[in-house]
Structures are given as C-alpha cells and as structure tokens.
C-alpha cells in the first residue's frame, strides 16, 4: 500500500489568509505532483517537481507555490486564500512512470 | 504528452463486461498507457498499465492494438462499487508533466 499523506484533510478559512497544505510520502519517490480538481470535473496539474530544489509549474495556472527542500516533502502555500481556491487539492508521487502515480485523500479546501 | 479522449459517460448492469475505449491518436513511442479509477472526494488509484497487446491483473485487462493509438480497459463481471470516474493517461518513462483527460464517469446499476 502506497503511504502518502496530506494533511489537513478538510480546511475552512477566511478571505485573506495564508494557507500551507501539506504533503508527504514515505516511498522515497523523485517525482511528485500536485492537482486540483473540482467536484465532478478533470483533474488539473498546477504544480510537479522531479527531485529536490527542482519545482516546475503544470498546465494549469495557480496562485500558489510549492517547494522541495527534502525528497518526501512538498507542501503547497496559498499567501493569501480567496475564494476561487475553494477546490480539493490532490498531491501524488511516483518513481518514474511505471507503476502510475501514488494519490493522497486530498485536502477539500474552502475559502470563505 | 499524448492527449487522450474517453467517452463521457457509460451505464452497465451488475455482473456485466464494461468495456471503456480511450483514444491517444498521438501517441508517442516511449509512451505507457495508464488507467486510473477515482470514487468521490478520493484521490485516482491506479489500476493498469501496458505497453501493447494485452495486459492482465486480478481487476482488469487491458488491449492496445498493434498501432497502439487506442487502447480499451475491460472489467469483467462488474459490481454496483464499480461506479466510478475512469482515466486514462498515455506518457513517457520521464513522466514528468502528467495531465489527466475527462475521464469516463462509469454508473453500474443493480
């Protein structure tokens, strides 16, 4: 079973405020990703990186950052949440291409 | 990145075959074809991957023909938790920029 990890699971905030979801997996993979996806529609890559200090935006544009400062580790910030982000943001890692891409629960984000 | 197209819906009938077909016209040749199955507020699991011919494990088949610009996953004998979204993804070793379609949003009714 494939351990990665996102917390939190569910997030409500105000207007304005600084988020950081995180995520982390323990499978010691390069590669790691992360979607957004709204209920019902495609899944959207906003961000990926393919190993430390390397991050490279994806096809979809976003107001958020991410960083890789260590291999198991990629949390995505919002500075300052508005409610268009509301959105259930989907972190997955891999190790190349073979064997797909390991997904987390999301975080179901909500900004009022 | 090869783009792929799916149907956007399809309706069985419990303890039927489901065939879903997904076109990749682009394909290029170091690509793999990858499908995924995803329920509501979950994040996609993966459920096969294949090169050419066909490919099986113990939940599904799936056939690419010999110019591989399609590909078809096969679910034998379906239950009512097989409702789900179903992608597929045509990409390189490299995957490095992995972009999902629409998916098939699968409904299997009693």
């Known amino acids: 079973e494939a351990d990665i990890y996102q917390t939190p699971r569910y997030l409500v905030i105000g207007t304005g405020k600084k988020i950081t979801l995180e995520c982390s997996q323990t499978m010691g993979h390069d590669k790691m990703y992360w979607y957004q996806q709204d209920p019902g529609m495609e899944l959207h890559l906003i961000h990926y990186s393919y190993g430390v200090n390397s991050t490279e935006k994806g096809d979809l544009s976003s107001e958020s950052t991410v960083s890789r400062i260590r291999t198991e580790h990629f949390p995505l910030t919002l500075e300052s949440a508005r409610p268009s982000h509301t959105s259930q943001y989907l972190c997955?890692?891999?190790?190349?291409?073979?064997?797909?891409?390991?997904f987390g629960s999301g975080t179901q984000l909500s900004v009022l | 990145l090869a783009k792929t197209t799916q149907p956007i819906s399809m309706d069985s009938y419990e303890g039927q075959e489901v065939n879903i077909t997904c076109s990749h016209n682009?394909?290029?040749?170091?690509?793999?074809i990858t499908w995924y199955q995803q329920f509501p507020s979950q994040g996609p699991r993966f459920i096969i991957q294949g090169y050419k011919t066909k490919v099986t494990n113990e939940v599904a088949s799936l056939f690419i023909p010999a110019d591989r610009k399609s590909s078809t996953l096969s679910l034998p004998r379906v239950s009512l938790s097989d409702t789900a979204v179903y992608y597929c993804l045509a990409a390189d070793n490299a995957g490095n920029m992995l972009t999902f379609g629409g998916g098939t949003r699968l409904m299997v009714k009693p």
């Open positions: 682009n394909i290029a040749t170091n690509d793999y």
């Open positions: 997955a890692s891999s190790e190349g291409w073979l064997g797909g891409l390991f």
